[in-house]
């Protein structure tokens, strides 16, 4: 079945620093690459998404990058700070199923 | 305001007593999904629906049933709670389930069955 490995589980990095979460995907109909963050007791929430006909989306520092090819897509975060502390879900639904598929999460830690 | 809603947010019950968490959004949104949010396990889809009385299985649909009769509720039942159903509950919604977009996501259930 359809499945959307997601890495590292834990990311812990210092402030103004880079991070980078990496997701791969199964099923090659995935069309819509979207991230959500989640911070601690509240829902999740979009944060960026891509479709497959671009390679690369930015929204200041965040940017999502995707390798078709490869079936794996990753989230960029620059410059950290300590409100990017959260946990972070990609998610690959395959087109024509209309299920949603998500990830397992990474917890990111932005230290001081 | 544009929302998804749930209730209750907190609800601690025991083995085998039947109980639904209702969600429900006022954006005039085509798809509406349950998912429960264990600790490694991420968030995993339990139904789905794509529109009023059109719903469908997810990837953990065992012990849970659902119904769409109006567009805008879409509960989640529990027939017979187990302690395994111990969980967050989320339910989410989409303008549409073609193509899927933008999930927006209640505030959630915390559920605890003993």
């Known amino acids: 079945g359809e499945n959307v490995e997601q890495h590292p589980s834990t990311l812990s990095v210092q402030e103004g620093d880079s991070a980078v979460i990496k997701c791969t995907y199964s099923d090659s109909a995935s069309n819509y690459f979207p991230w959500y963050k989640q911070e601690l007791g509240k829902r999740p929430q979009l944060i960026i998404d891509i479709r497959s006909n671009v390679g690369e989306k930015k929204d200041q520092r965040i940017a999502v990058t995707l390798n078709k090819t490869a079936k794996h897509f990753s989230l960029h975060i620059t410059e950290t700070q300590p409100e990017d502390s959260a946990v972070y879900f990609c998610a690959a639904p395959p087109e024509g199923t209309y299920k949603y598929i998500f990830g397992t999460g990474t917890r990111l830690k932005v230290l001081a | ?114």
């Not at chain 2, 600790?39 to 953990?60: A, F």
């Not at chain 2, 919604?93 to 505030?107: A, I, N, T, V």
Request: proline share 7%; net charge neutral.
């Open chain 2, 1 to 114: 305001e544009a929302q998804v809603t749930q209730n209750p947010r907190y609800l601690i019950t025991v083995t085998g007593k039947k109980l639904t968490v209702t969600c429900s959004q006022n954006m005039n949104h085509e798809y509406m999904s349950w998912y429960r949010q264990d600790p490694g396990l991420g968030l995993r889809q339990i139904y789905y629906s794509m529109n009023v009385e059109v719903t469908d299985k997810g990837d953990v649909p065992e012990g849970y049933k659902v119904s769409r009769k109006e567009k805008r509720n879409f509960p989640l039942i529990l027939e017979s709670p187990s302690p395994n159903q111990t969980s967050l509950y989320f339910c989410a919604s989409s303008l549409s389930g073609d193509p899927l977009g933008e999930q927006y996501f209640g505030p959630g259930t915390r559920l605890t069955v003993t």
